[in-house]
Antibody
């Protein structure tokens, strides 16, 4: 069965960095686009970034452009999100999700909490 | 960034039918598929309806979706207590070059 497991969240100070990982299993990872989506506490969902199946195309929400970098290692069935220059407003639960077709997020991980606070 | 517009809350009694609306624009709902996600308390979102009106095999046929122009709707018939959750619409946005989500609707089963 399809499984996505995020890790790497935690408490970080403003201006700091964090790297999230998403381990995929149960499907051919290299066949799918993948996305990161975040959810602020008590609030709604916000798309953060997505990456093509081969990793050559990457897109970002304006709110994270220039600070976050999405990447993947198809040999390791893993997706990553490098987050730099973190701000308080980046505090959220971060989900990775499989994206078979333009935002059709058919499987989600359980999420990892990132807290940016001094 | 803007969001798709949903009512913040909805409610119904067991057995009733309710609908949740989702309003967008020509750059998202008007030109792309709409998807719906269900988020039960304390869990990750789950795909409920995809490509406007398609249900994953494990989703009961009590759930249905429709789209017209720049708006979409999710209908839930035969309401059950376990349907209490947050529901989000989403669609690809051509201006954003990424998916855009609605603000979510919290469904309460009275």
């Amino acid at each position: 069965q399809v499984q996505l497991v995020e890790s790497g969240g935690g408490l970080v100070k403003p201006g700091g960095s964090l790297r999230l990982s998403c381990a995929a299993s149960g499907f051919t990872f290299s066949d799918y686009y993948m996305s990161w989506i975040r959810q602020t506490p008590g609030k709604g969902l916000e798309w953060v970034s997505y990456i093509s199946s081969n990793g050559f195309s990457r897109y970002y929400a304006d709110s994270v452009k220039g600070r976050f970098t999405i990447s993947r290692d198809n040999a390791k069935n893993s997706l990553y999100l490098q987050m730099n220059s973190l701000r308080a407003e980046d505090t959220a639960v971060y989900y990775c999700a499989r994206d078979p077709n333009y935002g059709e997020l058919d499987y989600w991980g359980q999420g990892t909490l990132v807290t940016v606070s001094s | 960034q803007s969001v798709l517009t949903q009512p913040p809350s909805a409610s119904g009694t067991p057995g009733q039918k309710i609908t949740i609306s989702c309003s967008g624009s020509s750059s998202n709902i008007g030109s792309n598929y709409v998807h719906w996600y269900q988020q039960l308390p304390g869990t990750a979102p789950k795909l409920l309806i995809y490509r406007n009106n398609q249900r994953p095999s494990e989703v009961p046929d009590r759930f249905s979706g429709s789209k017209s122009g720049t708006s979409a709707s999710l209908a839930i018939s035969g309401l059950r207590s376990e349907d209490e959750a947050n529901y989000y619409c989403a669609g690809w946005d051509d201006s954003l070059s990424g998916p855009l989500f609605g603000g979510g609707t919290k469904l309460t089963v009275l």
